[in-house]
């Protein structure tokens, strides 16, 4: 899996989410259960992870979708 996105926004996870399964990349958010740890403050991010040998083509949808300024750096 490779990290996509970071953040602390569930509107832009649930939208990022919903790019996926709309063209059948398998995809997770991690760091969830870090919510109840925490107090449920959303102060710990999230990250949107995508299928390894897909990630290119999720970028580009992220990309097309106006999300590019979320976008985690290519490693």
């Not at 832009?12 to 107090?39: C, N, P, R, W, Y």
């Amino acid at each position: 899996m490779r990290e996509l996105i970071r953040t602390n926004d569930p509107v832009l996870l649930s939208f990022a989410e919903s790019l996926m399964k709309e063209v059948g990349i398998h995809h997770m958010i991690a760091d969830q259960a870090t919510s109840i740890i925490e107090g449920s403050l959303g102060m710990l991010p999230r990250r949107f992870l995508v299928e390894e040998d897909r990630a290119d083509e999720a970028r580009a949808i992220l990309r097309d979708a106006g999300l590019e300024a979320e976008l985690r750096d290519e490693v």
